[in-house]
C-alpha cells in the first residue's frame, strides 16, 4: 500500500507531530479536544522531503541556499528568487497529486459543497517552537477552490520557505537549511463578518490575569498587513469583565468579491468607528482563548473569527492558536517577526490617538 501522507485533523495522531509543523499540530490537537475549529486535514512534511528527494531538489536548494551570504542583499535576493522558481517550476509526483485530490475531494463531500473553498496555510517543522517565532514569514493563500488550485497553493506554500526574510530568519536562529521542511493545512474557509487575535496576557506588562484582543471587520489579513487599526480589548480572565475598550477608526477591510477574490474595501461611514465585536461575542473570543490555554498550560497566541453563517453563541471560530513567545524570552532580544505579531495590540494601548477610548474600574 502507497505511503499516506494525509493527516485529518479530526483524527489527530501525536506520533506524526514532527510531520505537521507547528500550525498543523496546533490545529489538530485543538480538534480533538473539542474546540470549534473549522474541518481540514494537513499534507505532511514527509510529502514536501520525499518530493524534494525525488525530483533532486534537496540537493540543489541546500547548496544554492546554505552557500548564500545573507547579508549580501543582492545576494541573498537571486538566491531566493532562483530557489522560489525551482519549486514552483517542478510538477508534483503522481502519487501526491492522488492523495491531495483524495483528501480535498473527501472534504468537500463532508462539508456538502462541491470544490469547498478553503484555506492554504503553511507550516513549518521549525514554526512555533519556544525558541522562535516564524510568525508572518510564510504564506497562507485564502479562498482556494478546486484540486488543481489546491495543489497550486501546496507548492506555493512551499516554496514561501525561500523568501529573503525567511531564509535570513532562520539563519539568525542557527537552522540548518537540511532541518527545515514544509506541512502544509487545507481548511473549509470561513467568511467573517469580525476577525482578529487574542493574547492569554497582556502585551504591555505580561500581566497573565488578563486577555488581550485585537477585532476589525472582515478577515485579519487587514490587521496583520497594517492596513487596518483594530479594536481593542482588554477582559479580566477571572472575572470575564471588560477592563479596557479601544474602538479604532477602522477604515479599510478584506473581503471576499464576487470573483473569489479577497479585496481590501472602504468601510462604510456607519461601521469604521462602531464596535467590530460586542460585548458577548468580546467574552466569548476571551473564553476560547481561555480554554486554549487551558489545553496547553501555557499563555497563547490565538486567530479567531466570528462566522455569521453560525447562531449567535456558537460563532466564535477558532482559527490557530501558538504558543506566546514575546514574554517567554523577555530576557532575550526579540526578533522582528515575533515583535510585530503583538504590535497592533501594543500600539493601541499606548497610543490611542484617533480612537475611543473608554477604561472601566
Keep these: 500500500m502507497a505511503q499516506q501522507h494525509i493527516a485529518w485533523f479530526d483524527r489527530h495522531d501525536p506520533a506524526l507531530e514532527p510531520h505537521l509543523g507547528g500550525k498543523n499540530t496546533s490545529l489538530g490537537i485543538l480538534t480533538m479536544a473539542g474546540l470549534p475549529v473549522p474541518a481540514g486535514f494537513a499534507v505532511s512534511a514527509e510529502a514536501y522531503r520525499r518530493t524534494l528527494g525525488e525530483t533532486g531538489l534537496a540537493s540543489a ?20 528568487s532562483e530557489a522560489r522558481d525551482l519549486v514552483t517550476g517542478t510538477p508534483l509526483p503522481q502519487w501526491l497529486v492522488d492523495q491531495v485530490d483524495d483528501a480535498y475531494a473527501t472534504l468537500s463531500q463532508r462539508r456538502g459543497q462541491s470544490d469547498l473553498p478553503v484555506a492554504v496555510r503553511s507550516s513549518a517543522t521549525c514554526e512555533d517552537q519556544p525558541d522562535a517565532s516564524f510568525a508572518g514569514e510564510h504564506d497562507t493563500y485564502l479562498w482556494v477552490r478546486s484540486s488543481d488550485r489546491v495543489r497550486e497553493h501546496l507548492v506555493r506554500c512551499w516554496a514561501s520557505l525561500y523568501t529573503e526574510r525567511a531564509i535570513w530568519y532562520r539563519r539568525q536562529m542557527h537552522y540548518a537549511e537540511d532541518d527545515v521542511a514544509m506541512s502544509v493545512g487545507v ?31 472582515g478577515l485579519g489579513e487587514a490587521v496583520v498587513s497594517g492596513a487596518v487599526t483594530p479594536d481593542n480589548f482588554l477582559v479580566d480572565k477571572v472575572m470575564g469583565t471588560i477592563t479596557s475598550r479601544v474602538v479604532s477608526d477602522k477604515t479599510v477591510e478584506h473581503v471576499l468579491d464576487g470573483a473569489d477574490r479577497v479585496v481590501e474595501r472602504e468601510v462604510e461611514a456607519e461601521r469604521r468607528t462602531a464596535p467590530s465585536i460586542s460585548d458577548d461575542e468580546i467574552r466569548a473570543v476571551a473564553a476560547l482563548a481561555r480554554r486554549a490555554e487551558k489545553h496547553y498550560g501555557r499563555p497563547q497566541d490565538v486567530e479567531w473569527a466570528i462566522d455569521p453563517a453560525l447562531p449567535p453563541g456558537e460563532n466564535v471560530v477558532l482559527l490557530q492558536s501558538r504558543p506566546e513567545t514575546v514574554w517567554s524570552r523577555r530576557k532575550r532580544e526579540v526578533p522582528e517577526a515575533a515583535a510585530d505579531t503583538f504590535s497592533s495590540i501594543v500600539h493601541n494601548l499606548l497610543h490611542p490617538s484617533g480612537t475611543q477610548t473608554v477604561h472601566l474600574h
Excluded: C, H, K, Y
Design 187 to 217: 481548511q473549509q474557509m470561513v467568511m467573517p463578518r469580525t476577525s482578529g487575535v487574542a493574547f492569554t496576557l497582556n502585551p504591555l506588562n505580561g500581566d497573565r490575569s488578563q486577555i488581550a484582543i485585537d477585532a476589525s471587520w
Design 61 to 80: 536548494l541546500a547548496t544554492l541556499v546554505s552557500g548564500v551570504d545573507v547579508e549580501d542583499g543582492d545576494a541573498l535576493a537571486s538566491a531566493a
